[in-house]
């Protein structure tokens, strides 16, 4: 019964990550703030990784990485934000099995920590190693509206996500 209950529970974390997806991905359906719209699989491959094992966490944290890769990057740098999803996701579910307790604090902590980290690495690879002419400019001007944007995402799909992961555990008794 245990594995049909975990069955479930990923087949809905799989939909809920490409429901999500095709939301932040349609043109015009998120409006953008200062020319800024949020990456929102950043918050939910996080809080997922707060509920699930260290191996649950890595693949969430690979699906939405290979998403990423294809939606923000036009397929250019396939594997940039996978690996990185990967290491933060598996490194937030181990934080949250031996050190954290699963909350909102700890959903924003990672959250922010995931996003400054992947946003920050973007603008450094994009933008200051490629030789681009104001770098500074597009930190201040599309990677921190970005960063902000992002993050009040956060209560929203961690407080979906807890529900979600609670009510089918709790059911399963």
Known sequence: MTDRKKLL???AYTIEIIVIY???ETPGLIPPVFGARPVLLLPVAVSIALFE???AAIGFGLFCGILLDFGMSGGASIGFHTLLLCILCYCAALMAIHL??????SAL???TVA???ILLLQWLFYYVF???EYPGFALVSHFLPRFVYTLLSVPLIYA????FALNIRESAG
């Not at 979906?160 to 529900?163: G, I």
Request: zero cysteines; aromatic letters at 14%; hydrophobic letters at 50%.
């Open 9 to 11: 529970r990923y087949f």
């Open 22 to 24: 095709l939301l932040n």
């Open 53 to 55: 094992s260290e191996t």
């Open 100 to 105: 954290l307790r699963a909350s909102l604090l």
């Open 109 to 111: 902590l990672l959250s």
């Open 115 to 117: 996003v400054a980290l």
């Open 130 to 132: 490629s030789g681009y």
């Open 160 to 163: 979906f996500n807890r529900a």
